[in-house]
């Protein structure tokens, strides 16, 4: 009981209406119509168990980012191979150590196997990688860092990866969350992939929940060594994804077009927006560094998050508040359509006095 459960993103006001819902991350132009097509497809299968290894999308994803089908393990969404992760590997007396402003699932997955959750102190809502170092221990046995990270959006480059790694014991796993990787640039490429290709004690863990429109159907997977993978497939549960899931996320992986839509707008539409806030600083807002799908604004001003959060909702606009992440000075703000966002910046100017 000790454990906070998760809380997803709200999709109705208060009083039960249906506006713009800028709170989960989902992505503002939809799903791939050849994703949809694969999915609908096979509709006339729901008497039958999907393929309970989902071979045909372990090798799509195997082709797409050449990394061997056989080390990757797939799941209901990335959360659960964070879930398998640390079933596998923490237990009683094992500590796992995050960031301050870190996905929640991290403090539920550890705490869920009798693990401590030891929390690294942020830097400007980013993670330090030495700060993470000081805290291992004997006991350590996982680290978690998402890059880019949720619910903040910030980012560790390439070399501070490689430094985190190099200096964790061998024993200890890093477990690297990219679910937001494809809004980065190819030089932004964390090196994360081909460290877990090289390195035994690296896990990546992605979904097709964000980017590829995919959010209803719960697909994720994770890439590491045969006997991380193995361990975690002992305990995952069968028949996890659909077959219509497992046939919709191939056809996703192969419109690289509706990708490259959706990280384009993603790319105009957060500066856009990041630069609207700008505007605001008078007012006491800030708009977090971000290479995400959205980004944190804190208030700092006459206007707390809270009371926005509020009339945000009023004047139609569901955003995320996270006071139970100790985040309750900032709203995590999805990159929503033009109209959504442009209106949400309006409605932001009102509600400060910009």
Known sequence: MDIAPYVPGRATTDDGRKVAKLSSNENPLGTSEAARAAYQAHSGDLDRYPDAG????????????????????????????????????????????????????????????????????????????????????????????????????????????????????????????????????????DGALELARTQANVLVTRTFSKIFGLAAERIGWGYGSADVIDAMHRIRAPFGVTSGGQAAAIAALKDTGFVARSKAHNDEWRAWFAGEIGKLGNAGLRAVPSKANFILVTFGGAVSAGEAYKALMDKGYIVRWLPGQGLGQGLRITIGTEAEIRGVAQALREIVGG
């Open 54 to 189: 989902a071979g045909a999308l372990r090798d799509a994803i195997g082709g797409h980012y050449g990394i061997e089908p056989e080390r990757i393990i797939h799941g209901t969404g990335s959360d659960e191979i964070l879930h398998l992760a640390a079933g596998a590997f923490a237990g009683h007396g094992d500590e796992v150590i995050h960031v301050k402003y870190g996905f929640s699932v991290y403090d539920i997955a550890t705490r869920r196997v009798g693990a401590t959750t030891i929390i690294a102190p942020d830097d400007d809502y980013g993670t330090n990688v030495d700060t993470v170092l000081s805290l291992v221990t004997p006991r350590t046995t996982m680290v978690f860092i998402a890059n880019p990270n949720n619910p903040t959006g910030t980012f560790v480059p390439r070399a501070e990866i490689a430094r985190l790694h190099a200096a964790l014991p061998k024993h200890v796993l890093l477990v690297v969350d990219q679910a937001y990787t494809e809004y980065l640039d190819a030089a932004d490429d």
